[in-house]
């Protein structure tokens, strides 16, 4: 598969933060598709983006498309516990998804 | 309810035995997939398939093997011959492999004692 580069590795969010994550790569995408996935549970699509420089939102998160086809973002706004997990970013091309390694979120005491 | 199965949610195996993980889906998809999650790394792929009784190699795909006779179901076996066995799968389908969005199970998590 493809190498994707998510960033940051970890976080720590505040109740009413906005956080942001995002993911690159040396190789061009079709799509890019952003994953939650809770402690031993499988990943939740969150959204998925199919065209260079496409901005969508779901709810209180928001994604976009990078125009050079090499990366993608992830915003969520006005962060709430219940956004704690791992987000992970994934690209395709040829029928694959590649993964990055993904984005702790967790709580800040 | 729409959705993939696994099972079973966990699994202890000797070492050297064969396992055979269980993966189902009730969506009507076409294409079903699996694959191998190790903390903190990304999902990698084991195998697909995109129809019944065809299936094709992914990235990881040593030690392991699948089959897909029905359309709703993808076991995948865990060999002997899988050096580093112990992980948590997860098996996915989507409507197709020109369809990009695929939906997950919840996984079963595999150790090898």
């Known amino acids: 598969g493809q190498q994707l580069n998510q960033s940051p590795q970890s976080m720590f969010i505040q109740e009413g933060e906005d956080v942001s994550m995002n993911c690159t790569s040396s190789?061009?995408?079709?799509?890019w598709l952003w994953y939650k996935q809770d402690p031993g549970e499988g990943p939740v699509l969150l959204i998925a983006l199919y065209k260079a420089g496409e901005l969508t939102s779901n709810g209180r998160l928001t994604a976009q498309f990078g125009i050079t086809r090499k990366d993608s973002f992830l915003n969520i706004s006005a962060s709430i516990p219940s956004d704690v997990g791992i987000y992970f970013c994934a690209g395709q091309i040829d029928y694959k998804l590649s993964f990055g390694a993904g984005t702790t979120v967790t709580v800040r005491a | 309810d729409g959705g993939i199965t696994q099972s079973p949610k966990y699994l202890f195996r000797k070492e050297g035995q064969n396992v055979t993980l269980s993966c189902e889906q009730n969506?009507?998809?076409?294409?079903m997939y699996w694959y191998r999650q190790d903390p903190g790394q990304g999902l990698r792929l084991i195998y697909y398939?995109?129809?019944?009784?065809?299936?094709q190699k992914g990235d990881i795909a040593e030690g392991y093997s699948v089959s897909r006779e029905k359309k709703e179901s993808f076991p995948l076996t865990v060999t002997s011959a899988q050096k580093n066995p112990t992980a948590f799968y997860l098996c996915?389908?989507?409507?197709?492999?020109?369809?990009?969005?695929?939906?997950f199970g919840p996984g079963t998590r595999l150790t090898v004692l």
């Open positions: 996915a389908s989507s409507a197709g492999l020109l369809y990009n969005e695929q939906f």
């Open positions: 398939s995109q129809i019944v009784n065809d299936f």
């Open positions: 969506l009507n998809h076409d294409a």
């Open positions: 190789s061009i995408f079709n799509t």
